[in-house]
């Protein structure tokens, strides 16, 4: 029967498509917060998934397998996000250098700069 609903999507009609969305929406979903662990995360999977599904439905060649085609555009999403997530949380774990740390390494290169100067001004009066 979801052949039928897959054909009829493929065709253009937009009820067959939110049939289908609404039969394979909640196990996509529960697929989703299984790898990805987080709510809002599946949520935002699921619904890339989708329209990544619908742009792409008319390459996919048999409607029989529409359920596993559309599983996995979900996981390689999820792997997608967990893989930008990471790298956002990588980037944002870096410790940012603070203007005081700029001046405090200034302040040294100066006294160093500083004694260096004192200490040529000595031995230039030796």
């Known amino acids: 029967m979801s052949q039928e609903f897959v054909q ?13 969305y609404r039969q394979h929406e909640p196990w996509l979903y529960a697929t989703a ?17 989708f329209m990544m599904a619908y742009l792409k439905l008319p390459q996919l060649k048999d409607p029989a397998a529409f359920s596993g085609w559309i599983k996995k555009i979900c996981v390689n999403s999820c792997y997608r996000s967990l893989q930008r997530n990471h790298f956002n949380n990588s980037i944002d774990n870096i410790p940012l250098e ?19 100067t004192q200490l040529f001004d000595v031995m230039a009066k030796l």
Not at 33 to 49: E, F, H, M, W, Y
Not at 98 to 115: A, I, M, P, Q, V
């Open 8 to 20: 009829a999507a493929k065709a253009g009609d937009m009820s067959a498509w939110n049939i289908l």
């Open 33 to 49: 917060l299984r790898i990805c662990g987080n709510s809002p995360v599946a949520k935002d999977v699921v619904q890339d998934t």
């Open 98 to 116: 603070s203007d005081t740390w700029w001046e405090n390494e200034l302040d040294k290169k100066l006294d160093d700069l500083s004694r260096q």
